[in-house]
């Protein structure tokens, strides 16, 4: 609620004549406050009921009294405005609005929808941290948190939890949120770039995945949180986990990226392969997602095209052909980030020296 409309509503209520309230009212409605911070009808109900009930309550009261509970009433609104102010910093901004209006106790509850889920964290934390004070850890952390947290915001995210230095968020929830796939590959994106501007060896892992999960209120009858549940989480926790084993930095399932309109137009990218993910049967295929083209340097830009032409070759079985490719796209690789080897090339290296002594089955 604004702070200034909050004050007008208790200064006209000690009036006589109700026509000042009616007046404040008409000038609060049709003034820029914003949605997010006014209710019209909550503030209307609750003036004029506080009108009411003071003009009742002030006869036969001195006009110290009448002051002395008017300054009470006035202190009491303050201190719901800053336990509403510090409740969104819990809860949802949106979500606590939902129930405001509503004017309904929050319930356990959830509901199946389809969400896009972003799932990070500081790869290397514990090394960054190991010797720095608590204080220092601490404002080393809510850098990250605010950065990535006003990512996700600026992207029509929902920031569900922080997890030490993991941050989970979902898209298109609890509100539906158009383009939410490509929302949440532009806050991954952002996120890399922010991490790499905010720590010289620090990287972010993270995953993006879209699934059909539950959202809503979870726990007990006393102690409740909004959340997610179901094995889209877990998938996109199992992509986020394996950036170590591949030296990636964020893993997209193929879901999120049919859904964009030329994914591989607008943002660089190559093909990991078809991953069985830890706790599931089937096969996710998976791309690793190294920014917008926009921004890539040459050097990436091409290391991808090479990629991709010798997975092809890879997939097509001409493995000797295929790992020609791949040492010269790791070589793009290494030369563009510094560093002594790309363990994904590598990898794929490896997997066709084998296949060229021991052809896999045909299936």
């Known amino acids: 609620l604004d702070d200034m409309t909050s004050l007008k509503c208790f200064e006209v209520v000690c009036m006589g004549d109700i026509a000042p309230a009616q007046d404040v009212i008409e000038r609060v409605r049709t003034s820029r406050i914003n949605a997010k911070h006014l209710h019209y009808g909550y503030l209307k109900s609750c003036c004029l009921a506080n009108l009411s009930m003071m003009k009742h309550r002030l006869r036969g009261k001195s006009k110290i009294e009448e002051a002395a509970e008017l300054m009470e009433l006035r202190h009491s609104f303050s201190k719901m405005h800053s336990a509403m102010r510090s409740w969104t910093k819990y809860v949802p901004p949106l979500l606590c609005m939902q129930l405001f209006c509503a004017g309904v106790e929050a319930t356990i509850a959830v509901q199946k929808c389809c969400v896009t889920i972003f799932f990070c964290d500081l790869d290397g934390f514990q090394n960054m941290c190991m010797d720095l004070s608590p204080s220092e850890t601490l404002d080393l952390l809510a850098k990250f948190h605010h950065g990535v947290s006003e ?12 997890i030490e230095d993991e941050v989970l968020a979902v898209f298109n929830a609890p509100s539906p949120t158009p383009l939410h796939q490509e929302k949440a590959v532009r ?15 620090g990287r972010l892992r993270s995953g993006v995945h879209t699934a059909q999960v539950l959202v809503g209120n979870i726990g007990s009858p006393t102690r ?16 986020k986990s394996l950036n170590s084993r591949y ?7 193929d879901i999120v990226l049919e859904s964009l309109t030329d994914p591989h137009e607008e943002y660089i990218t190559r093909a990991v392969g078809n991953l069985v993910l830890k706790g599931r049967t089937t ?13 890539g340097s040459p050097g990436l830009i091409l290391g991808a095209a090479k990629h991709a032409e010798a997975y092809d070759l890879y997939s097509r079985r001409c493995f ?22 790309d363990r994904l090339s590598e990898h794929f290296v490896h997997l066709c020296e084998q296949y060229m002594s021991s052809p896999p089955p045909d299936d």
Not at 151 to 162: K, Y
Not at 187 to 201: C, E, P, S
Not at 283 to 295: A, F, I, Q, V, Y
């Open 187 to 201: 806050a991954a994106v952002d996120a890399q770039m922010h991490v790499a501007q905010l720590f010289d060896d």
């Open 247 to 253: 030296g990636t930095r964020c893993l997209v399932s």
């Open 151 to 162: 990512i996700i915001e600026d992207n029509d995210g929902t920031l569900l939890e922080f």
């Open 224 to 239: 409740i949180k909004y959340g997610v549940l179901g094995d889209g989480v877990n998938s996109t926790a199992r992509l």
């Open 320 to 341: 000797a052909e295929a790992r020609s490719l791949f040492c010269e796209a790791r070589e793009c690789f290494v030369n563009e980030i510094g560093a002594k080897n």
């Open 283 to 295: 096969p996710t295929r998976t791309w690793e997602l190294l920014g917008s083209r926009k921004c």
